[in-house]
């Protein structure tokens, strides 16, 4: 299966900073690779999908880029509402994987 | 809007067997793909199993083959999935997710999850 590894685990950002996130996999997975957003007791929230198109109603703060192995998920100035875990997960290949999640939080 | 609503969740005993289901509105049931994901306490996401739109085509997480079946009725828009011979590392929130509109297994819609405790 593809190993998908996120780095860092934890990222301590203030209000208003950019936070960049990282996404490696095991193997190329071309550009079938998807964002989301984790908030405790939500549903998991799709943010960006085929690396780089944002989901409907996902703001312009959020953008994504990569292909083939390396990926990244870029917040342009972090509002509050953004502190959160962050997973990646690749659609390349059965079985669908994901990474291991980055915590972004309050500096 | 789309709306996935999963119940079945609980406190199993290891060894026993549990059905989850996942009710599907807003959206045409029958011509979406539909997807498991669960994420154990304080843990990260991990993909289960996903069902085709018409039941045909089933594909499975290695930990969980031979033991989790996923299935559906789109006669009643309702997403199952059946564990067999539960395990301690079968803990876990269980989502169910839709298949995002687009090329490729990205999941645009997820359920608020089912808690599988399982504990003697």
């Known amino acids: 299966e593809v190993v998908m590894t996120q780095s860092p685990a934890t990222l301590s950002v203030s209000p208003g900073e950019r936070a960049t996130l990282s996404c490696r996999a095991s193997q190329s997975v071309s550009s079938n690779l998807a964002w989301y957003q984790d908030k405790s007791g939500q549903a998991p929230r799709l943010l960006v999908y085929a690396a780089s198109t944002r989901a409907t109603g996902v703001p312009a703060r959020f953008s994504g880029s990569g292909s083939g192995t390396e990926f990244t998920l870029t917040i342009s100035s972090l509002q509050s509402e953004d502190f959160a875990v962050y997973y990646c997960q690749q659609y390349n290949n059965w079985p669908l994987t994901f990474g291991g999640g980055t915590k972004v939080e309050i500096k | 809007q789309v709306q996935l609503v999963e119940s079945g969740g609980g406190v199993v005993q290891p060894g026993r067997s549990l059905r989850l289901s996942c009710a599907g509105s807003?959206?045409?049931?029958?011509?979406?793909?539909m997807h498991w994901v669960r994420q154990p306490p304080g843990k990260g996401l991990e993909w289960v199993a996903m069902?085709?739109?018409?039941?045909?085509?089933?594909h499975y997480a290695d930990s969980v083959k031979g033991r989790f079946t996923i299935s559906r009725d789109n006669s009643k828009n309702t997403l199952y999935v059946q564990i067999n011979s539960l395990r301690d590392e079968d803990t876990a929130v269980y989502y169910c997710?839709?298949?995002?509109?687009?090329?490729?297994?990205?999941?645009?819609?997820w359920g608020q999850g089912t808690l599988v405790t399982v504990s003697s």
């Open positions: 997710a839709k298949k995002g509109t687009g090329v490729g297994h990205f999941l645009d819609s």
């Open positions: 069902i085709s739109y018409d039941g045909s085509s089933k």
């Open positions: 807003g959206f045409i049931f029958s011509s979406n793909d």
